[in-house]
């Protein structure tokens, strides 16, 4: 009897936490710094990640709320910072994740003066730091970005090295579309002091609120995984704005190509910056085992690893 009593708690906490997810921890260098933790005692908790309720979903019903910035109950620190130098990586571990398809979307807002523990990311202060979506294939049977977080709970992303020192929130995203035109938001919030000599704060024109930054009818949100669309899409309308380009000019969304000069120029060439390689155009192979072509992304994606022996220009 005792036995099956503790079987039925058990069973109905593991019911409580049975899918979704949220960050449990971020690492920084050699420094692991635990996330907060919704299933336990609130009480005496303190960690860089602000706190949140739950690893539930917020819906389409959530964008016109403050849940949607820092998840429910998200909106104070509870008194610690995380130092970070500008251009080096956060790896965020995901307590648990299981959706596939998701989308990843990252973005920082720069807390006052006074720092971010008391201050609730309110206004239009976010920046997108990184984004992915559909890596490969159709939007109903490809791979997706948050694939690598299902099977490996991590995704590790790089703070602009251009980045101003100063306090800031990071808030880490996952979008679920496995449901039908009822897309799933996981975001999670945590403070930063970010260290270095970068000296550039994102243009007005590179910011958003949240709420404000979503609507239910973007595309990327009025979304059905199952639509005869979906079976034959291969590019995926990430939600929100363009990822911050790093200088004080806001990062276009569908850059063009550099126009030609058509005259001769007399002016001194400046040094070239080109890279020795063709860059590998975003979301082709860019590194992994045995490959031996260029190394070198084209402006808006880095290369990184997508399982072990794969990297991309994501
Ligand atoms: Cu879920």
Same mark, same amino acid.
């Given at each position: 009897?005792?036995?099956?009593?503790?079987? #039925?708690?058990?069973?109905?906490?593991?019911?409580? =936490?049975?899918?979704?997810?949220?960050?449990?921890? /971020? #690492?920084?260098?050699?420094?692991?710094?635990?996330?907060? $933790?919704?299933?336990?005692?609130?009480?005496?908790?303190?960690?860089?990640?602000? $706190?949140?309720?739950?690893?539930?979903?917020?819906?389409?019903?959530?964008?016109?709320?403050?849940?949607?910035?820092?998840?429910?109950?998200?909106?104070?620190?509870?008194?610690?910072?995380?130092?970070?130098?500008?251009?080096?990586?956060?790896?965020? &571990?995901?307590?648990?994740?299981?959706?596939?398809?998701?989308? =990843?979307?990252? /973005?920082?807002?720069?807390?006052?003066?006074?720092?971010?523990?008391?201050?609730?990311?309110?206004?239009?202060?976010?920046?997108?730091?990184?984004?992915?979506?559909?890596?490969?294939?159709? *939007?109903?049977?490809?791979?997706?970005?948050?694939? $690598?977080?299902?099977?490996?709970?991590?995704?590790?992303?790089?703070? !602009?090295?251009?980045?101003?020192?100063?306090?800031?929130?990071?808030?880490?995203?996952? @979008?679920? @579309?496995?449901?039908?035109?009822?897309?799933?938001?996981?975001?999670?919030?945590?403070?930063?002091?970010?260290?270095?000599?970068?000296?550039?704060?994102?243009?007005?024109?590179? @910011?958003?609120?949240?709420?404000?930054?979503?609507?239910?009818?973007?595309?990327?949100?009025?979304?059905?995984?199952?639509?005869?669309?979906?079976?034959?899409? &291969?590019? /995926?309308?990430?939600?929100?704005?363009?990822?911050?380009?790093?200088?004080?000019?806001?990062?276009?969304?569908? !850059?063009? !190509?550099?126009?030609?000069?058509?005259? @001769?120029? #007399?002016?001194?060439?400046?040094? !070239?910056?080109?890279?020795?390689?063709?860059?590998?155009?975003?979301?082709? $192979?860019?590194?992994?085992?045995?490959?031996?072509?260029?190394?070198?992304?084209?402006?808006?994606?880095?290369?990184?690893?997508?399982?072990?022996? /794969?990297? *991309?220009?994501?």
């Amino acid at each position: 009897m005792k036995f099956s009593s503790v079987f #039925t708690v058990a069973s109905s906490l593991l019911a409580t =936490v049975s899918a979704h997810g949220g960050v449990g921890k /971020y #690492t920084i260098g050699s420094t692991v710094y635990t996330g907060w $933790q919704p299933y336990n005692s609130a009480s005496g908790q303190k960690s860089i990640q602000r $706190q949140y309720s739950s690893f539930n979903p917020l819906y389409t019903s959530d964008l016109s709320t403050v849940n949607i910035r820092c998840n429910n109950a998200g909106t104070l620190g509870t008194g610690m910072s995380a130092s970070v130098a500008a251009g080096s990586s956060i790896k965020a &571990t995901w307590t648990q994740w299981t959706h596939r398809p998701s989308a =990843v979307m990252i /973005y920082m807002a720069k807390c006052p003066s006074s720092g971010c523990n008391s201050w609730d990311g309110a206004g239009k202060v976010w920046f997108k730091i990184d984004h992915a979506g559909l890596i490969s294939g159709t *939007q109903n049977k490809g791979i997706w970005a948050g694939d $690598q977080i299902v099977d490996t709970l991590e995704w590790t992303t790089k703070v !602009p090295a251009s980045l101003a020192p100063g306090e800031y929130l990071i808030r880490h995203e996952l @979008l679920a @579309l496995h449901q039908a035109n009822n897309p799933q938001f996981y975001p999670e919030c945590a403070q930063l002091t970010v260290t270095g000599s970068g000296t550039t704060n994102p243009p007005s024109s590179a @910011l958003v609120a949240f709420p404000g930054a979503y609507s239910a009818s973007d595309p990327g949100i009025n979304f059905n995984i199952d639509s005869s669309a979906a079976m034959v899409a &291969t590019t /995926y309308p990430i939600p929100g704005p363009a990822v911050w380009d790093g200088t004080g000019n806001p990062a276009p969304s569908n !850059p063009d !190509p550099e126009p030609v000069p058509t005259t @001769l120029v #007399t002016m001194p060439a400046p040094e !070239p910056t080109v890279p020795s390689c063709n860059p590998v155009a975003k979301y082709q $192979q860019c590194g992994g085992k045995g490959f031996t072509g260029c190394t070198v992304c084209e402006a808006g994606s880095t290369c990184r690893a997508n399982g072990e022996y /794969y990297s *991309q220009c994501l």
